[in-house]
């Protein structure tokens, strides 16, 4: 059994314009120990679907499908009490993108973790304050006994970053969910963090979902990578699979779009149009409307997710009976560029 298996998983807001399907149908598990990449454009329902996970969705959004099995229990049953004094913080953790709008700027950094530990483990102060201090620590912060004693606006910004991990391991979570955590940070700290998150998997043998608009940061740390278009899951498979071989046009157009050591800022080939409304989806396959290779019956009817290869699979039509089979890819990948060409062989 999975540590976390989300199934059909629905998310809708339902807002005066019409209902927003942000997520809608998705399906994924995460592996002990394992990350797991959930990649996309902004606005294809990476973050609403993690905060769905922990019942953290608002009115007028409403999970109004699927489930959430964490360790075999289903969280969309949980009422809030059991999410907020069982789940979140204790089982699973989250870290976002902005740490001073998750830091308290009112209390010093040892005392917001030391809070949390108290609040679930049965501890005195004194040993909950020494296991903030070790943590500090463990996420490399030098000096931790006197940072401890520090307030967050005294922390540089990947100080800050580095404290939120910390709160997030105070008490050894097995799930770690990242929502785009180095986002605001500059290339240098952004490196040096998506090391401590290399480093955290291996101490704390902890599970991850590592939320992210950019495939190049995924390779840092991903096991796996979930590749979400307008609420739905387009293409899935191990990251090093996905990176050399990947099925999906919208993985593909992703690929070509994001900068890496073999591929130069001139080379990059932006996708082309942006991300159609979640409240009236295209019909069909969502991305049909940005598909280079769509066909006709693209309009008429969602695309399963296609095994393509061992644990992989794409949502894409070429792959089912009806398609050809060969996405044409060749005619619309640039060459050089690692995907198309090589991406559209079978
Ligand atoms: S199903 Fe059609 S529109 Fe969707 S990705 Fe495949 S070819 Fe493109």
């Known amino acids: ?139 490399g912060i030098p000096d931790p006994a006197e940072r401890a004693d520090q307030y967050p606006h005294e922390f540089s910004g990947g100080m800050q970053q580095r404290a939120l991990i910390a709160m997030a391991l105070s008490c050894e ?31 704390y043998d902890t599970s991850m979902i590592y939320v992210t608009h950019d495939l190049g940061v995924v390779r840092e740390v991903c096991d796996r990578v979930s590749v979400m278009y307008l609420g739905e899951i387009a293409e899935s498979a191990p990251y090093e699979e996905l990176y050399r071989n990947p099925k999906h046009p919208y993985t593909q157009a992703l690929l070509r779009s994001t900068v890496s050591a073999d591929r130069r800022t001139e080379d990059l080939d932006p996708i082309e149009g942006s991300m159609p409304s979640a409240i009236h989806p295209p019909s069909g396959c969502r991305y049909r409307t940005r598909c280079p290779v769509a066909f006709e019956d693209c309009s008429r009817g969602e695309p399963p997710r296609f095994d393509v290869g061992p644990d992989h699979d794409a949502a894409c039509l070429h792959y089912g009976d009806g398609g050809d089979g060969d996405p044409k890819l060749h005619e619309t990948g640039r060459p050089g560029t690692g995907v198309g060409g090589t991406g559209g062989d079978r």
Request: aromatic content about 6%; charged content about 25%.
């Open 173 to 203: 979570p097995d799930l770690i969910i990242a929502d785009e955590p180095t986002t605001a940070l500059d290339v240098t700290i952004q490196a040096q963090i998506l090391d401590l998150f290399d480093d955290i998997k291996t101490k």
């Open 1 to 139: 059994m999975a540590l976390l298996e989300v199934e059909d998983l629905r998310t809708y807001f339902y807002t005066e314009e019409g209902i927003v399907q942000a997520v809608d149908g998705v399906s994924f598990e995460v592996e002990r120990g394992e990350t797991l990449g959930l990649v996309g454009e902004s606005g294809a329902g990476k973050s609403v679907a993690v905060k769905s996970l922990l019942g953290l969705i608002r009115p007028p959004g409403h999970v109004v499908d699927g489930s959430v099995r964490f360790k075999g229990d289903d969280l969309t049953e949980y009422s809030e009490a059991q999410l907020r004094n069982q789940v979140r913080g204790t089982e699973i953790s989250v870290i976002f993108q902005d740490p001073m709008s998750a830091l308290n700027p009112v209390f010093t950094v040892g005392t917001q973790i030391s809070e949390i530990i108290e609040h679930h483990r049965d501890v005195t102060h004194e040993a909950a304050w020494s296991r903030a201090v070790e943590l500090l620590d463990d996420v």
